[in-house]
């Protein structure tokens, strides 16, 4: 059967995992509070627990960032990684979940949060990344643990084995058996629970259940089905080594029970933890660690503290780190330690040195960034693994309200971004605006509130300008002329432009055909720039776009002209031209993908449609049982808040990608209203 796995396995860092409103936060709390880690469990709604420190995650009661936190269970050391269950905040689960040895995916008998569920084990999944299961909320559960098992099962692409099944009184769950163990308990709040007696119908249940259990577990170990096949019971040693090893290999997801509010099941889920999870060696042999006397290091998350300045939170996966080393990164930064600060939620105890397993906070380390591999070696190690962050959804135009404080606004954003990669920033040149994108609604609201409470500056928000633009459709022949005498040197351009429209898309070309030297050719550059200069706004207000203009005529003077003059004259002939090219207004026409749960599907058609898309058509989402792939043809103006819709009828679970297609015209009463509102606006 395999090694001793219960044997200790080094210090372990697991992720919790899970839909949002899981009780994620709360498994945490009955965790430190089990382990004596502290006094009591606190509470998310009183704002007294040791996850959701921040003030924006106390403010919205939610996770919206993930909290690292120490404790210790039988002598070994864990480090528990509360992630956020908001698909706006998956970034920071995204980031950790290479570092972990195993994760606990926390959910309940909601069939509403199963399209949740199934995104976050198949990201688990794709990661070969153990898992257990943890049903919580079972003290308020009204349907019998098979029938939740058949609901959850979908979510999982492996099988999801009952460890447990609870014992019944009165239409009320008041404790459990343990299959493996073959004991039953009794929940006490607050307390361990109390074993007793299994008898009765509890005992035909377990018999059953645990048979059941032992089927899953011999799919994929011959010598045990030997032993179900001949009646034998096989050795609980066996077994456990089974749950283990199929476990590690990703064969099995083992589901356990508790309430997380009453600290129900939590040390059967630490003792499980304990025997079955893996150590950082099999993390380093996942990962492809080399065989190296270095220490060797993954970021996974980077924070932004107001006086201890910045900690790159890193999984130590090899080697010994002494404080004051120098670590080369994967990116190619190097960097000093100036401490390492032991990972116990305030990020203010000191260690002298790191080991293998360890997971720590590194001070200081300015061009390190999340994601990074360090290493202590003389030579840049290689990446471990790359994640991308999810592409945007949502963007709001920024600016402080203090103009004092652009500068500031500009530091903050990028330590923002450092911090977290799925919050992009980017200057719309067109506006000069400062256009922030993020996941979602919430994602962007706590992005400002963290400028104002954390960076101090407070800053003004707009949905970001369209970008609408405009094109002629009468071809013209216009003269632009520019002088100016003001003693001594004057200023003379004078040019002849063809102003002709394109096919859609062909963007602006410049030509010349000037002939006899009417303009020096020297003066042609600056025509085209004057031209140039023309296009930026339109009659309508917007860039003009898809037009050529062909230089074919104009005069000089041979003292007056410069290129100044000529530039200024192409720009007045390109901006009295235009008006009688018969202008029309053009607006960004995208190409939308958007991922649903089957059962939303028609939903999502009568939100394209009310949003003036295009459907150009359907499909199962490839891979993933339950899910269609819509895809439409959208103007940009109407995607604007698609992901509030979108998230609204899948309970969170849709998402998109947009990506642009071309620019198509817009008229009558629409490009009215829309050229009225760029004029008020401007």
Same mark, same amino acid.
Request: net charge negative; glycine share 8%.
């Given at each position: 059967?395999?090694?001793?796995?219960?044997?200790?396995?080094?210090?372990?860092?697991?992720?919790?995992?899970?839909?949002?409103?899981?009780?994620?936060?709360?498994?945490?709390?009955?965790?430190?509070?089990?382990?004596?880690?502290?006094?009591?469990?606190?509470?998310?709604?009183?704002?007294?627990?040791?996850?959701?420190?921040?003030?924006?995650?106390?403010?919205?009661?939610?996770?919206?960032?993930?909290?690292?936190?120490?404790?210790?269970?039988?002598?070994?050391?864990?480090?528990?990684?509360?992630?956020?269950?908001?698909?706006?905040?998956?970034?920071?689960?995204?980031?950790?979940?290479?570092?972990?040895?195993?994760?606990?995916?926390?959910?309940?008998?909601?069939?509403?949060?199963?399209?949740?569920?199934?995104?976050?084990?198949?990201?688990?999944?794709?990661?070969?990344?153990?898992?257990?299961?943890?049903?919580?909320?079972?003290?308020?559960?009204?349907?019998?643990?098979?029938?939740?098992?058949?609901?959850?099962?979908?979510?999982?692409?492996?099988?999801?084995?009952?460890?447990?099944?609870?014992?019944?009184?009165?239409?009320?769950?008041?404790?459990?058996?343990?299959?493996?163990?073959?004991?039953?308990?009794?929940?006490?709040?607050?307390?361990?629970?109390?074993?007793?007696?299994?008898?009765?119908?509890?005992?035909?249940?377990?018999?059953?259940?645990?048979?059941?259990?032992?089927?899953?577990?011999?799919?994929?170990?011959?010598?045990?089905?030997?032993?179900?096949?001949?009646?034998?019971?096989?050795?609980?040693?066996?077994?456990?080594?089974?749950?283990?090893?199929?476990?590690?290999?990703?064969?099995?997801?083992?589901?356990?029970?508790?309430?997380?509010?009453?600290?129900?099941?939590?040390?059967?889920?630490?003792?499980?933890?304990?025997?079955?999870?893996?150590?950082?060696?099999?993390?380093?042999?996942?990962?492809?660690?080399?065989?190296?006397?270095?220490?060797?290091?993954?970021?996974?998350?980077?924070?932004?503290?107001?006086?201890?300045?910045?900690?790159?939170?890193?999984?130590?996966?090899?080697?010994?780190?002494?404080?004051?080393?120098?670590?080369?990164?994967?990116?190619?930064?190097?960097?000093?330690?100036?401490?390492?600060?032991?990972?116990?939620?305030?990020?203010?105890?000191?260690?002298?040195?790191?080991?293998?397993?360890?997971?720590?906070?590194?001070?200081?380390?300015?061009?390190?960034?999340?994601?990074?591999?360090?290493?202590?070696?003389?030579?840049?190690?290689?990446?471990?693994?790359? @994640?991308?962050?999810?592409?945007?959804?949502? /963007? =709001?135009?920024?600016?402080? !309200?203090? *103009? #004092?404080?652009? +500068?500031?606004? $500009?530091?903050?954003?990028?330590?923002?971004?450092?911090?977290?990669?799925?919050?992009?920033?980017?200057?719309?040149?067109?506006?000069?605006?400062?256009?922030?994108?993020?996941?979602?609604?919430?994602?962007?609201?706590?992005?400002?509130?963290?400028?104002?409470?954390?960076?101090? @500056?407070?800053?003004?928000?707009?949905?970001? /300008? =369209?970008?609408?633009?405009? !094109?002629? *459709? #009468?071809?013209? +022949?216009?003269? $632009?002329?520019?002088?100016?005498?003001?003693?001594?040197?004057?200023?003379?351009?004078?040019?002849?432009?063809?102003?002709?429209?394109?096919?859609?898309?062909?963007?602006?070309?410049?030509?010349?055909?000037?002939?006899?030297?009417?303009?020096?050719?020297?003066?042609?550059?600056? @025509?085209?720039?004057?031209?140039?200069?023309?296009?930026?706004?339109?009659?309508?207000?917007?860039?003009?776009?898809?037009?050529?203009?062909?230089?074919?005529?104009?005069?000089?003077?041979?003292?007056?002209?410069?290129?100044?003059?000529?530039?200024?004259?192409?720009?007045?002939?390109?901006?009295?031209?235009?008006?009688?090219?018969?202008?029309?207004?053009?607006?960004?026409?995208?190409?939308?993908?958007?991922?649903?749960?089957?059962?939303?599907?028609?939903?999502?058609?009568?939100?394209?449609?009310?949003?003036?898309?295009?459907?150009?058509?359907?499909?199962?989402?490839?891979?993933?049982?339950?899910?269609?792939?819509?895809?439409?043809?959208?103007?940009?103006?109407?995607?604007?808040?698609?992901?509030?819709?979108?998230?609204?009828?899948?309970?969170?679970?849709?998402?998109?990608?947009?990506?642009?297609?071309?620019?198509?015209?817009?008229?009558?009463?629409?490009?009215?209203?829309?050229?009225?509102?760029?004029?008020?606006?401007?």
């Amino acid at each position: 059967m395999g090694q001793d796995v219960r044997s200790p396995r080094g210090p372990r860092c697991i992720a919790l995992v899970g839909p949002f409103q899981s009780g994620k936060t709360t498994l945490l709390e009955a965790i430190l509070a089990r382990t004596g880690a502290i006094p009591r469990a606190g509470s998310v709604d009183a704002g007294t627990s040791v996850g959701d420190a921040t003030p924006e995650a106390r403010h919205h009661k939610m996770t919206v960032g993930l909290t690292a936190v120490t404790t210790s269970f039988m002598g070994d050391s864990y480090t528990f990684l509360d992630c956020p269950g908001s698909v706006e905040f998956a970034h920071d689960m995204r980031a950790a979940l290479p570092a972990v040895d195993a994760a606990i995916v926390v959910c309940e008998a909601d069939e509403k949060k199963l399209p949740q569920l199934q995104i976050i084990l198949r990201e688990l999944e794709e990661l070969k990344i153990p898992r257990f299961l943890f049903l919580n909320k079972i003290d308020r559960a009204n349907k019998r643990i098979r029938e939740t098992l058949e609901m959850l099962q979908p979510a999982s692409r492996v099988p999801l084995v009952l460890r447990q099944i609870p014992i019944w009184k009165d239409e009320l769950i008041e404790g459990f058996v343990d299959l493996a163990l073959e004991r039953a308990f009794i929940y006490r709040e607050h307390k361990a629970s109390e074993v007793v007696a299994l008898q009765g119908g509890d005992l035909d249940r377990e018999k059953e259940a645990r048979f059941s259990m032992l089927e899953k577990l011999a799919d994929h170990d011959d010598a045990l089905m030997e032993q179900l096949l001949e009646d034998i019971q096989p050795p609980r040693d066996a077994v456990f080594d089974d749950l283990a090893r199929e476990l590690r290999d990703g064969l099995i997801c083992p589901v356990l029970l508790g309430a997380a509010a009453r600290e129900n099941g939590v040390l059967r889920l630490m003792k499980a933890l304990r025997h079955e999870a893996p150590g950082i060696a099999e993390t380093a042999k996942r990962l492809g660690v080399p065989e190296t006397r270095d220490a060797l290091g993954f970021v996974f998350k980077t924070l932004h503290s107001q006086h201890g300045g910045k900690l790159s939170l890193t999984r130590m996966l090899a080697g010994h780190l002494d404080d004051g080393a120098t670590l080369q990164s994967s990116s190619g930064g190097a960097s000093r330690i100036s401490g390492i600060l032991a990972v116990t939620g305030a990020y203010d105890t000191k260690r002298t040195a790191a080991e293998a397993g360890d997971t720590v906070a590194l001070a200081k380390l300015d061009p390190i960034k999340t994601g990074d591999t360090v290493s202590s070696g003389k030579i840049q190690p290689a990446a471990l693994t790359a @994640v991308e962050p999810t592409p945007p959804v949502l /963007a =709001i135009s920024v600016a402080a !309200t203090d *103009r #004092k404080d652009d +500068v500031k606004l $500009g530091q903050a954003l990028m330590r923002l971004h450092e911090e977290d990669p799925s919050l992009v920033f980017v200057m719309n040149a067109q506006t000069h605006d400062t256009v922030l994108w993020g996941q979602g609604e919430m994602h962007l609201r706590v992005a400002s509130e963290r400028l104002r409470d954390r960076f101090g @500056v407070k800053v003004a928000s707009h949905p970001p /300008a =369209i970008g609408y633009q405009e !094109t002629i *459709r #009468k071809p013209i +022949v216009q003269r $632009g002329r520019h002088k100016k005498q003001s003693g001594g040197h004057g200023q003379f351009g004078d040019v002849v432009l063809d102003i002709r429209p394109l096919p859609r898309g062909e963007g602006f070309k410049f030509a010349e055909k000037v002939v006899g030297g009417a303009v020096p050719r020297n003066y042609i550059g600056a @025509v085209e720039e004057g031209v140039i200069d023309g296009l930026a706004r339109g009659p309508l207000g917007f860039p003009v776009t898809d037009l050529q203009v062909t230089l074919t005529d104009g005069s000089y003077h041979s003292v007056d002209s410069s290129d100044l003059a000529f530039r200024t004259a192409a720009r007045v002939g390109l901006t009295e031209g235009l008006p009688q090219c018969q202008s029309v207004l053009l607006e960004p026409i995208h190409v939308v993908e958007i991922v649903c749960p089957t059962d939303a599907t028609a939903k999502i058609n009568a939100i394209l449609s009310a949003r003036r898309g295009q459907i150009l058509g359907f499909d199962t989402r490839d891979g993933w049982s339950g899910w269609d792939c819509v895809r439409a043809m959208m103007p940009e103006a109407e995607i604007g808040e698609l992901i509030v819709e979108l998230r609204s009828a899948t309970a969170g679970a849709g998402s998109f990608t947009r990506q642009f297609d071309h620019m198509a015209e817009v008229t009558g009463r629409a490009a009215d209203q829309i050229i009225a509102a760029h004029q008020h606006a401007a």
